[in-house]
DNA sequence: GATGAATGAGACTTCATTCAT
DNA sequence: CATGAATGAAGTCTCATTCAT
């Protein structure tokens, strides 16, 4: 067994645990014995790699942000037309709840925490932030002028509101998935924004 | 102070003063001691309104739900023109996060929760549904038809995306109050579906 | 509604609904609040008719007793033939367990009590005290004479193993009732004690 | 002081400091907090070692239960010929309040609890099964013969009423230990038993 | 590094008792 | 007399954290 990198090994052992309790039992329902447990260490140990247990939970929401955005990277990245990006964008956002059923766990255990640990917020913040960010990397290529939006701040509310859309959608969907039909919704989105892009030069011109 | 026929006001008291320790400390992290300092009572009488602390948090969160409600039916409600309804339940449910901020940290609280707790799960789920039939309902009368919706299917995921929307960018909002305008926002909207609207009847015909 | 009368009648209701959620729940799982709600009274009127809830209790327990010699008193008492009252009595004691299990039940439940609290445990030995002096008396009168025990020493010892053996069998069977023939162990112990008498003068003659 | 392989040590010190617990206050009277005190431990750890206090509680009465088998297999079974075991076996119950108090406070505080605690019935009902089997095993071999007791529900009959008087005299011993000389009834039940047996055979000839 | 026994603060909850009505 | 709301001490149990091994 190496000893070196076992240090990592052992936090991304623990950090998993950590997110299998929270989806399984809760964030606030989970002791540092039920994660050992499920991590096959002693208690003593995760002492050893996280400084506390508040400090565990921050590094899984961290890792849960990571894989998230890497997973963005390896989909909608890779793609170059700008207009073409967005919609997969889309189609990606709207397919989280479903195929990545662990993040929603995840994100939405953390976000009555976020209003009362500053740490919690700044996270899940810069999640957004970034997200929003790179939206608007992508759409102030070429597109926005391609769709007639000339303002940087109309592409940071689009993108927000993108995000926006997702999340809420995602929330209804997690809470009670049999009611709406996410694949039909996001070619419906896909058509409003179609239309609001389409439209919106006309509306200059 | 009268004893008798307290009960509706004691329990009141309680709920109202386990929001605001909701508000100020997290769901997570108040016990009955503080809501009983909070409501100015003691521990044992809490216990006396209520079975225990989770059906004072069930109660917590259905009158937070309840209270919403209220609102809207007093905003919304008397306006007799659907589209008018339609714009003015946008304008309302985006002014939600700034106007009363209470309503998003109780909810925000209660989303981690509802991944394990069927009964906070059945309430949010009963909110989120309750809230689509009203916008399919006055959508229904005769808006669809003046904005080319025949399809019952599209109203209901019009009110999802509505939600949806209003919950995704209230949420981005509560964690970072300055990143968005959200009047901005709810008039782009707004205009966003105006363009829909107008455009969809045209092409069908 | 009289009031005069109604003090004790009030206190029998309540002693009788404290001893019916004494058999159904046991002595140490029962609240003040369970007794009113038994007596259909409420919980502050019991602290006028008792001092405290202590106080209660040892009347419950001196109540059972004072039922249980009533009964004798109707039942063996009347019969004037020593020997005859004996063996009835016998029949007596070892027919209380299935006849009046809540005898068994109440005096079960004092029984731990009794070596922590001098009140209890002096109503217990003042009871089986006067047992034992009823059956010395009846069994002095002639019976022992009969008998041939002339020793009154010899009359308690057997007094006391009268007592003993039902109160022993008693709980035995109060604990698994279908393990013993109460009726058949009766006549045993009746016919065990009829060779003691019999043989005894015997003995000395 | 070693932390491992304390597990038996630990348990037994629990038990131990419960047992002392219960005959100095009773066992209604005992919290977790009392018995940590006595065992000079943490109210913790006893929640290590056991699931709850029912659970403790169930395990003393076993403790005390075994440790009486322990002494009868030590200080009866030794012995050869049956009727000289059974004397002893009567000598040595009819000792146990004097010798042994500790065992009457346990048995006593629990007979309340066995009517409501199908557990603390079942391991008390277990208890006097096998005092009864093992002397109606010793009996049976040739004893019963000798004695002229040939049917088998007679000799569970006998034992039944052996353990029946020794556990009522012991009672009545408990709670008023100066009214009787034990061992004179002790002598004095093995008479009658001896006028018993010796006589039965008689009747049969 | 690794274990898990041990601690003790603090959470939830019950309940005997009081007292305003 | 009678009610039952109210109190607050005390009980059971959990759990983050430490530390001897």
Redesign the pocket.
Known sequence: MP?LG??EI?KEQVIKATENCIIEKGLS??????IAAEAK?????????FK???DLLLQVLKEAFRKSHEQVMQTVEPIGDSVVKLKKHIEYIHAVPKDNPEFYAVLMSYLGEAQHNPKVKKIIALFFKNLRSYIVHYLSKNTSQAVGIQDRSRVELLAAMMIGLGLGIGIQWTIEPDFLNLEQLTVDFQDVLGGYFSRSPTADG
Do not use: A, P
């Open positions: 000893k076992m240090e052992r329902n989970i002791s540092i014995k039920d260490l002693s208690t003593g140990i995760i002492y050893h790699y506390n247990k508040d």
